[in-house]
Structures are given as C-alpha cells and as structure tokens.
T-cell receptor
Framework: QQKVQQSPESLTVSEGAMASLNCTFS??????FRWYRQHSAKGLEVLVS????GEKEEGRFTAHLNRANLHVSLHIREPQPSDSAVYLC???????????FGLGTRVSVFP | AQTIHQWPVAEIKAVGSPLSLGCTIK??????LYWYWQATGGTLQQLFY??????VESVVQLNLSASRPKDDQFILSTEKLLLSHSGFYLC?????????FGKGTRLTVV
C-alpha cells in the first residue's frame, strides 16, 4: 500500500525567502503527483501537477520529481504571508483509484 | 464548464443519528468519483471511489457506506454516527489528468 511522507512537519520562513518542502513515496510505479494547499481545513487548492521526472513550474511554485529516488519536492519562490497554509503532497499509481495524501507541511510566512 | 457541488456545507449531528452527505457533478459524463475524509489535524484519507453508476469500491472502513444512484451523484451515509466520524469530507472527480475537489462538508458529531 502506498505510503506518502512529508517533511518538515512545519516550516517558518521570512517573506521573500525560498521555501522548500519534501515528499517521499513508497510505490515506484506511481505516475502522477500533485501539490495542494489547504487554508484552515477548507477546500483544496491545486498548485502543481507533475507526471514525469524533472521540473514543472506554475507561477511561484515549482515541483521537482525524481521517481528513481521516490521523491518529489515543492519550492515556493518569494513566499508571502498569504501563502501561510498546510501544503499537501498527493500521489497516485492508479489514476482511477484516487490519491494518497501525506500528512502535510504547515508553512508560516512572516513579513 | 464542469462544476462539483457538495451538500450540506456543515452539519452538527448527535451520536447515533443517521447521516447523508451528497455530491453532484455537472458538465462531465461518467466521471470517476471519490470521497475523502480528514479528521481534525489529520491528513486526507480516501474512503470510497466509483467508476460507474451502481458500483462503489471501499478503500477505508469507517462504518460508512457510499452509493452512486446516478451518473452525476455520489452519496455518503451511515445509519448511526460515531464521535470519530467528525471531520471534513471532500468529494472529488477526475478529468483527463486532473483531480477536482468540492468545497467540502464539515461534520461535527456531538
């Protein structure tokens, strides 16, 4: 069964500094990966979806995928206080069967 | 454009009472549908998924059941709520490469 682990559990960054989040997964056949953001247990906001090794950029959010290392990361460029939220990594190896989520990283951005 | 609607937005229910949460997708035929649940402070866990009308697969056992009575409708229910059922419930559907989530239902069991 797929296991998804995120690190760190929480992250505090200054406004404008780069924020880096990590996600490891256990199923080497995984083929789609997503980063979501969740403000105070509300709905999910998709940030980046990535399906092949390498880098994918969406605005200030960049995901890096290395399937051989079972690792996907998210980098937030020039974070702002409004970026403070819980960031969730989601992985799937069988698209029809849905996503497995990590526990999340709580990001706090201070001015 | 496709839309996903969940109801109710929030619910406060007594232990032992029945529950029915709904999800409707408009603008997409034969979507794959999913129910996810998030306990307070926890991560999202997939509960059920459905690929077609009348067919539902259970992923996690939480004394809940799900049904898909119509192509665009997914229902989550139980006859007797437990305190542990409290949390945030999200419905989702998958498109070609993307997963779309509803805005969720917050359930408090007292």
């Amino acid at each position: 069964q797929q296991k998804v682990q995120q690190s760190p559990e929480s992250l505090t960054v200054s406004e404008g500094a780069m924020a880096s989040l990590n996600c490891t997964f256990s199923d080497g056949t995984s083929n789609n990966f997503r980063w979501y953001r969740q403000h105070s247990a509300k709905g999910l906001e998709v940030l980046v979806s990535i399906f092949s090794d390498g880098e994918k950029e969406e605005g200030r959010f960049t995901a890096h995928l290395n399937r051989a290392n079972l690792h996907v990361s998210l980098h937030i460029r020039e974070p702002q206080p409004s970026d403070s939220a819980v960031y969730l990594c989601a992985v799937s190896s069988n698209y029809a069967q849905g996503l497995t989520f990590g526990l999340g990283t709580r990001v706090s951005v201070f001015p | 454009a496709q839309t996903i609607h969940q109801w109710p937005v929030a619910e406060i229910k007594a232990v032992g009472s029945p529950l029915s949460l709904g999800c409707t997708i408009k603008g997409k035929s034969s979507p794959n549908l999913y129910w996810y649940w998030q306990a307070t402070g926890g991560t999202l866990q997939q509960l059920f998924y459905s690929i077609t009308v009348g067919q539902v697969e259970s992923v996690v056992q939480l004394n809940l059941s799900a049904s898909r009575p119509k192509d665009d409708q997914f229902i989550l229910s139980t006859e007797k709520l437990l305190l542990s059922h409290s949390g945030f419930y999200l419905c989702a559907w998958t498109g070609n490469t993307e997963v779309f989530f509803g805005k969720g239902t917050r359930l408090t069991v007292v």
